[in-house]
């Protein structure tokens, strides 16, 4: 599985912005998708995921309410819509597959997800 994160820019804040996943491979395989970033200077942390059999959803708790993870299986595209964007959302957003299925708490960790794109810088400054 290859990924390819796009679609990352400067914002301002309070603006909305959307993400895009590009994955090879068949979708079917998947068993769930996740986003993550990193701040300059922080770890990489969880931001959404999504279990691909059945479209369950698990936010990081900031994100709740402004982040929307969706995904097309037709397409191979997975999309992160983010709205009311803060100075604090600025890092590098990684999207990331596991082929495995996992409980919807077990979709934060990290360590489950086999395959990650490159990365798209996201910068919301005013």
């Known amino acids: 599985v290859q990924l390819q994160a796009s679609g990352g820019g400067l914002v301002q804040p309070g603006d909305s912005l959307t993400l895009s996943c590009a994955a090879s491979?068949?979708?079917?395989?998947?068993?769930?998708t996740g986003w993550f970033r990193q701040a300059p200077g922080k770890e990489r942390e969880f931001v959404a995921a999504i279990r691909w059999t059945d479209r369950a959803t698990r936010y990081a708790d900031s994100m709740k309410g402004r982040f929307t993870f969706s995904r097309d299986n037709a397409k191979n595209m997975m999309y992160l819509q983010m709205n009311n964007l803060r100075p604090e959302d600025t890092a590098v957003y990684y999207c990331a597959v596991t082929p495995r299925s996992y409980n919807t708490g077990s979709l934060s960790r990290e360590s489950i997800y086999e395959y990650w794109g490159q990365g798209t810088q996201v910068t919301v400054s005013s």
């Open positions: 491979g068949r979708a079917s395989t998947y068993g769930g």
